[in-house]
């Protein structure tokens, strides 16, 4: 899978939106962004995914840079729920098997 | 629908005990998924299984670490003689498909600690 990279923390105030970036600069065009979160103590969470246009779901939107080396999850309003880690995976649509490959993530903090 | 259900959700073995955890995927998948997440440390995937088969087990470590998905009943992940370097949680997903649009759906996770 190709990398991706993330920043390791944001913070963000209740009620407010949050835009957590990804840069996949090496993505292939069979790609797919995906993206999970994990609540402490829980398991990992789909929460999105696109392949070249723009998505959205009950929970976010997903903004994909043009020449697709970039992506942005987007939460309309945080809660203290949110509080989680992101993560942004690549999957190729072909060749990527099983795994997801999960990096280091995005601790996301929510403040009231 | 109910969701992807492991059990035990902890699970406390003594050194060289053997540790069964189990994993019921969504109704409707076939494809089953095991990873680990060590303490302060990010999830690996261990191995993919479909319905008698194991697809894929690059991620699980050669010796002590079985894995199976029977035609009926969950499927199970067994470490033999545990080591106190087993202690983490262990989550099994599953997937109606494997391209690269199908989304993996994570259960609670099972906490293993040895003592």
């Known amino acids: 899978d190709a990398k991706t990279t993330q920043p390791n923390s944001m913070e963000s105030n209740e009620e407010e939106p949050v835009h957590l970036p990804c840069n996949h600069s090496t993505i292939s065009g069979t790609d797919y962004i995906h993206w999970y979160r994990q609540l402490p103590s829980q398991g990992p969470e789909y929460v999105i995914h696109g392949l070249t246009s723009n998505v959205n779901n009950r929970m976010a939107s997903l903004a994909i840079a043009e020449d697709r080396k970039s992506s942005t999850l987007i939460l309309h309003r945080a809660t203290l729920r949110d509080a989680a880690v992101y993560y942004c995976?690549?999957?190729?649509?072909?060749?990527?098997?099983?795994?997801?490959?999960f990096g280091e993530g995005t601790q996301l903090t929510v403040n009231p | 629908n109910a969701g992807v259900m492991q059990n035990p959700r902890h699970l406390v073995r003594r050194r060289g005990q053997e540790a069964r955890l189990r994993c019921s995927p969504m109704k409707g998948h076939s494809h089953v998924y095991w990873y680990r997440q060590l303490p302060e440390e990010g999830l690996k995937f261990m191995v993919y299984l479909q319905k008698e088969n194991i697809i894929d087990e690059s991620g699980m470590p050669k010796e002590r670490f079985s894995a199976e998905f029977p035609k009926e009943g969950p499927s199970i992940l067994r470490i033999q003689q545990v080591v106190r370097g087993d202690s983490a949680a262990y989550f099994c997903?599953?997937?109606?498909?494997?391209?690269?649009?199908?989304?993996?759906?994570f259960g609670p996770g099972t906490r293993l600690t040895v003592t």
């Open positions: 995976i690549l999957r190729d649509a072909e060749t990527s098997g099983s795994r997801l490959t």
């Open positions: 997903a599953s997937s109606l498909g494997t391209s690269g649009f199908d989304e993996q759906y």
